[in-house]
């Protein structure tokens, strides 16, 4: 029996629950005929199953011109007219609170039943418009997704104009980050052009527009209108905002986060820290390790509750500090997004480059670093791979994180077997310098570089979580190479002006400043080339590039030490074998700095002879050795299954979209 027999004989049977299940696999699993998907999503939709299921039915049959009439009635029925009364009335209070408005010129609105576009809903998110005289639908479209898709901020001269927004969150982004005219002591409307009235109109049944309007921020331009942009408010209104006095931005505007994630080490993240610097939009606060920021915090909460009760608990502090209190005790339940922004503001090296004046309010750039990122592997009950960090899951967690209504991600990367060498290397330094300093909080151990740099997926996307929503990944290599059209592109993305003071590397206002000792100045493309061959060889790297193939391919990376071929078990394992390299920094650092500082005593708590002792450490040592090729085996033995990977919801995680570049504004070839 096929899955339609099935599915019927389950409807005979009165296996609902069955027959939805056998219907959907039908319907999923293609080749049925035009009456056969009727039958289906009917029986779907009548017997309470997965109600989507029958709606992308009905909407796939519409749209191949079968059974169009019974479609769109079902349709019809079933999902817009239950909700056609709550639209109606959306768009009536919409309607009349735009015809008291002063900035809208035009007021002859649509009757509802004559609107051009119907809103079917889909899920609780979205809707499938309906284009009514060209009897077609359109995509999903979900008002409320929580992206940035125009760049509203490219030009900061003039007030801000955009075209056509209908999306609920963009308009509410809006209106949250351009400052009140009467704060800038300018003109600082923000402009809405929309090209078609009856589209316009049509909207309004969806948009919460009544609620944007009590500052009147907004000026709405229908069509030709757009001619007047922009409008003269002391010739036309009356009004001179030039009288007002500057207002200072305080802790409460700041809505936006830039948050600059980290990849993996060595990922050239401080120069995309140095380009960002002194941005006239930004609160720019470069790497700070994620534990210190946490603590500082707990220290900034403890001393801002404090005041609250003693004058004096601020009276050693700096002026910025004791700005940031005062702020903070005019705030009534601030959070800790108000408490880290407060703490942000209050240190002059990372505002020292802000524009006071500007039309719209500061930015928070933040770069939590780690000193390692781990991820685990978890095969789930679906014989899934689902992916854990801890590191990413903290800051996931993080109440000011959480906090912030507008987040934009981007993730720098560079070549990864470059950045892996790198780390090696770095650990290596570090190593050899707590030799030198002989102290006890000095680095003793190297850690496994090459295990966690094939586990570290975080170029892939969680669909569930919000702080990755509206991210791109950004090549350093592109960054070196070319800057203009890079990071004019990146700050099309982040939707910031692109200024002068991205077009140099500084650190606190300081150009070409080292930002760690031994760190390539400015924009010299030397890291690029640098191969680490005497920190990874050419196993540890083919083995990279072979599992970490995803990355190579989305990211516009040619292989240098995988050559393609067919990759099972036996490969892999002589792989293993060579990875000679990676072990021996991390056994040599073991056998002279960790080691030798374990105590080896005998089991009723004597000293052990000198014999016994390196007998003991070098049964560690053979120890360490096996766990590490085991754990790499182990490693090896998963990904051998397939770079698939699902969240803790068993979804399925998608690449992060990689930053284009405009082609015209290249000034070398892309680097592969």
Avoid at 534 to 540: G, M, R, T
Avoid at 651 to 656: A, E, G, S, T, V
Wanted: hydrophobic letters at 35%; proline letters at 4%.
């Amino acid at each position: 029996m096929n899955a339609m027999e099935i599915a019927r004989r389950m409807a005979e049977l009165d296996g609902r629950e069955d027959a939805c299940r056998a219907y959907t696999l039908a319907l999923q699993g293609g080749g049925l005929a035009p009456e056969e998907e009727m039958e289906a999503a009917l029986y779907i939709l009548q017997a309470e199953g997965d109600y989507r299921v029958a709606y992308t039915c009905f909407r796939s049959l519409y749209d191949r011109g079968l059974f169009r009439e019974d479609c769109l009635n079902i349709m019809t029925q079933a999902f817009y007219a239950p909700n056609a009364k709550l639209q109606k009335s959306r768009y009536e209070k919409n309607c009349k609170a735009l015809a008291k408005y002063p900035y809208l010129f035009r007021k002859d609105f649509l009757d509802f039943d004559a609107l051009p576009i119907r809103f079917y809903p889909f899920d609780d998110n979205g809707y499938l418009p309906f284009h009514r005289s060209k009897e077609r639908f359109d995509d999903y479209m979900d008002f409320d997704r929580t992206v940035i898709s125009q760049h509203f901020f490219h030009d900061l001269e003039n007030p801000i104009l955009a075209k056509d927004v209908y999306s609920q969150y963009e308009l509410e982004y809006l209106n949250d980050n351009v400052r009140p005219s009467e704060w800038v002591a300018r003109e600082n409307h923000i402009y809405l052009h929309y090209t078609d009235w009856g589209t316009f109109c049509a909207h309004l049944q969806i948009l919460n527009i009544r609620a944007l309007l009590k500052d009147k921020k907004f000026v709405f331009l229908i069509g030709d209108e757009v001619a007047q942009y922009p409008i003269d408010f002391k010739a036309r209104f009356g009004i001179d905002y030039s009288k007002y006095p500057l207002k200072l931005p305080s802790v409460r505007e700041v809505t936006r986060l830039i948050w600059h994630a980290q990849l993996s080490s060595h990922n050239g993240v401080n120069f995309f820290n140095e380009i960002f610097d002194w941005h006239p939009n930004l609160i720019c606060v470069p790497s700070v390790m994620w534990d210190s920021v946490g603590e500082e915090l707990d220290d900034f909460r403890e001393l801002a509750i404090r005041a609250q009760t003693d004058p004096h608990a601020t009276d050693e502090l700096s002026d910025g500090k004791q700005w940031a209190i005062r702020e903070l005790s005019r705030i009534k339940d601030w959070t800790d997004k108000d408490l880290i922004v407060a703490r942000s503001m209050a240190d002059r090296g990372y505002i020292d480059g802000l524009d006071l004046e500007s039309r719209i309010a500061p930015v928070l750039f933040l770069q939590p670093h780690f000193g390692n990122l781990q991820f685990r592997l978890n095969i789930d009950q679906r014989g899934q791979t689902a992916l854990e960090s801890k590191e990413y899951a903290d800051i996931q967690a993080s109440p000011f994180f959480q906090g912030f209504k507008y987040i934009k991600t981007f993730t720098p990367m560079r070549r990864i077997t470059n950045s892996y060498g790198a780390s090696v290397r770095f650990m290596q330094k570090q190593v050899e310098k707590g030799q030198q300093e002989k102290s006890e909080s000095a680095v003793a151990a190297i850690a496994d570089a090459l295990g966690s740099r094939v586990l570290n997926r975080g170029y892939m996307i969680d669909p569930d979580d919000r702080l990755y929503a509206d991210s791109v990944l950004v090549r350093f290599e592109d960054g070196k190479l070319n800057p203009k059209a890079t990071f004019t592109a990146l700050a099309a993305f982040l939707d910031l002006p692109y200024t002068e003071s991205m077009t140099y590397c500084s650190l606190y206002g300081e150009r070409d400043a080292e930002s760690y000792p031994g760190n390539d100045l400015g924009f010299s493309p030397a890291a690029l080339y640098r191969t680490y061959d005497e920190y990874a060889n050419d196993d540890e790297r083919a083995f990279i590039e072979y599992f970490m193939r995803d990355a190579y391919e989305t990211y516009g990376y040619d292989f240098m030490y995988y050559d393609g071929g067919p990759v099972d078990e036996d490969r892999v394992n002589r792989w293993l074998d060579g990875f000679t390299t990676i072990e021996h920094y991390i056994l040599s650092a073991w056998k002279e700095n960790v080691l030798p500082r374990a105590r080896v005593t005998r089991s009723g708590g004597e000293e052990a002879s000198k014999e016994e002792v390196e007998w003991a450490r070098e049964q560690a040592l053979r120890f360490n050795q096996h766990g590490l090729r085991e754990n790499w085996h182990k490693i090896a033995k998963t990904l051998l299954r397939g770079l698939r990977f699902v969240n803790k919801n068993g979804q399925p995680l998608h690449m992060m979209p990689k930053l284009e570049l405009d082609p015209a504004l290249l000034e070398q070839p892309l680097y592969h």
